[in-house]
């Protein structure tokens, strides 16, 4: 073989393990892409299911709790601009406000003890916290999800190709501030 048929031939040969690995990463970044948007699908899920329990949950304690009528416009509020919201910063902070809301209405509860024995007020609680805990499972793999494709776009070579066909970073799905503080519960009222 001549020099030139071996250069020419190296070229083709590297030529076409580009093209290949291109190929690959690419499709690739497509799959782990459409995991994390599955995955934020499931927390939206979740957190609709929650935003239905809300009304349900409210009515009940409407009945034995007449004039706190302050929680009740906070909850369809923030349940309204949870329901409302399109992007993850908006879906997160309303979230927040619903949970905060939630909270309130939670310590409005121990104020009367016979709603807290109500079977349906207990089974909506019941119902109310295995979604939390959905919340919760559904954010983490979210999170996960996030973590693997962001990772799988910033390193090299991979962040050639990412770049390439406009890969961007996900944000994660954070707590807010006011999570990582302890709400202050006061049974003296």
């Known amino acids: 073989m001549k020099k030139g048929t071996k250069i020419l031939l190296a070229i083709l040969v590297l030529v076409v393990v580009l093209v290949v690995y291109t190929f690959s990463t690419y499709n690739s970044l497509v799959r782990l892409k459409e995991n994390v948007d599955s995955k934020w699908s499931q927390v939206e899920n979740q957190l609709q299911r929650r935003a239905d329990l809300i009304p349900n949950l409210v009515n009940t304690v409407k009945g034995y709790a007449k004039h706190e009528k302050e929680i009740f416009e906070t909850l369809a509020q923030a349940r309204s601009k949870l329901l409302n919201s399109s992007t993850l910063e908006d879906k997160a ?75 961007e970073e996900k944000k994660y799905f954070e707590a807010s501030s006011q999570a990582k503080s302890v709400p202050s519960v006061d049974f003296s009222k």
């Not at 406000?97 to 939670?106: C, F, G, K, M, W």
């Not at 104020?111 to 349906?120: E, G, H």
Request: no cysteine; net charge positive; aromatic share 10%.
């Open 93 to 167: 902070k309303a979230n927040d406000e619903l949970s905060s809301a939630i909270s309130r209405l939670l310590m409005i509860v121990e104020n009367y003890p016979n709603l807290k024995a109500d079977r349906t007020f207990v089974q909506l609680m019941d119902e109310l916290s295995g979604t939390e805990n959905r919340i919760a499972v559904a954010r983490k793999d979210y999170n996960e999800a996030v973590r693997e494709y962001n990772m799988k776009i910033k390193v090299f070579p991979n962040v050639i190709v990412a770049r390439m066909f406009g890969f």
